[in-house]
C-alpha cells in the first residue's frame, strides 16, 4: 500500500511539472485561456461565452425601436 500511495504522488507530482514547464521557462509564458471568450476560433464564428451573447441580445434593437428613435 506504501509503494502505490508513493507511486501515485510521483506521477501526480510529475503531471505537474510537465503541464508546468512552458509556464515556469518561457518569459511571460501563462497557462492557455479556457473560457470560450478567449478562443479565437469560437471568436471569428461569432461564437462567445453566455454573459456577452446576453449583453449582446438586450442592446439588439428591432426595426420599430429604431423608428421609434428617428422620429423623436
Do not use: D, W
Not at 501515485?8 to 485561456?33: D, Q
Not at 456577452?52 to 422620429?71: D, M, P, S, V, Y
Request: aromatic share 2%.
Amino acid at each position: 500500500m506504501l509503494t502505490t500511495l508513493l507511486l501515485t504522488v510521483i506521477i501526480i507530482l510529475a503531471c505537474t511539472v510537465l503541464l508546468s514547464v512552458k509556464v515556469l521557462l518561457k518569459k511571460g509564458g501563462e497557462f492557455p485561456g479556457m473560457h470560450v471568450g478567449s478562443n479565437k476560433l469560437l471568436s471569428r464564428k461569432g461564437i462567445y461565452c453566455a454573459r456577452t451573447q446576453h449583453r449582446e441580445a438586450l442592446a439588439h434593437k428591432n426595426l420599430e425601436e429604431r423608428l421609434k428613435e428617428t422620429e423623436i
